[in-house]
């Protein structure tokens, strides 16, 4: 069955928080897999690294991490300047996650989150500088072992890889095992013409799957078609990790960045996320059932 996941910041307004609960929360609802912001980890000591990693093991959760990479570091940006320190600062959280056993990022990480300030609709040129900077920052990722995702993001999060298609054209310039492709229902919704079609086309190549509703509540609470997604997700054979990353709260960091400006369930306190990412977890076990992936 594939592993299930959740996203730490369900619960967390901030993308820094208190790792170690939400380790135990996890495993207590019943994941396999907590997933978190990876830039904390820059902060973090080694040894408080490896103190998350020997908790995880533990309890048996598997940690993998994300980011909307912060514009400061636009891998794809035209000034060499800033290119080249978001190489480096990408190349020092691929070892960092090292440290902590981490195999798997994922997320806006090959451009900086948003649309360039000085875009002009011609996208060619942070897609070269994009596609050179990742050659670099996969040498890193090879020497860690570390898989870099890259996720498929609606217009308003980037101008440069907003579809399946431009997914696979993106990974298709680099002769590595450890780049993949991640979906994530909630942008594929805004995107693409058709969800099942756009995961059976990329295959193989779906490295990690995010879950989430239209408006990014939990998976079966909104008006997506979870038969399409489950059923094409079985088509392509597809045995990774399937991660829900629901935003439901306003306020904080979080819900400045995510765009959330009312909250999305009533009474957004722990209990009440808790109740909804048992919901959630029972509803995509049910869907790997009914999809014979289980």
């Known amino acids: 069955m594939n592993k299930l996941g959740i996203f730490m910041n369900f619960w967390e307004k901030n993308w820094d928080a208190d790792h170690a609960k939400y380790i135990r929360k996890a495993k207590e609802i019943g994941f396999d897999v907590l997933e978190f912001q990876a830039q904390p980890l820059l902060e973090m000591s080694d040894d408080k690294i490896r103190s998350l990693r020997a908790l995880a093991d533990e309890v048996g959760i598997e940690l993998t991490y994300s980011l909307g990479l912060d514009p400061a570091y636009d891998v794809s940006s035209l000034d060499e300047t800033v290119r080249k320190g978001g190489v480096e600062y990408l190349q020092n959280i691929i070892r960092k996650m090292k440290v902590g056993g981490g195999t798997l990022l994922s997320g806006v990480s090959y451009s900086g989150w948003g649309t360039p300030s000085d875009f002009n609709d011609n996208k060619a040129a942070y897609w070269n500088q994009s596609i050179k900077s990742m050659r670099e920052i996969l040498k890193v990722a090879e020497e860690c072992g570390v898989t870099y995702c890259v996720e498929a993001v609606n217009r308003f999060e980037t101008c440069l890889i907003n579809t399946a298609a431009e997914a696979l054209d993106y990974v298709s310039n680099f002769d590595s095992p450890n780049i ?98 048992a919901y959630l977890l029972n509803f995509e076990k049910e869907m790997l059932k009914k999809y014979n992936m289980a």
């Not at 991660?243 to 979080?254: A, D, K, R, T, Y």
């Not at 960045?257 to 209990?271: A, G, K, M, Q, S």
């Open 180 to 277: 993949g492709i991640l979906l994530d229902t909630y942008h594929m919704n805004i995107e693409e013409n058709n969800i099942g079609d756009a995961i059976r086309s990329v295959g193989s190549k779906l490295t990690s799957f995010h879950t989430g509703e239209n408006n990014r509540t939990a998976p079966g609470k909104g008006h997506l078609d979870w038969d399409e997604i489950f059923g094409a997700l079985a088509d392509i054979n597809y045995k990774g990790r399937i991660i829900s990353e629901p935003f439901v709260m306003q306020g904080g960091q979080v819900g400045k960045d995510i765009h959330v400006f009312r909250d999305l369930v009533e009474n957004p306190c722990e209990e009440t996320i808790d109740k909804e990412a």
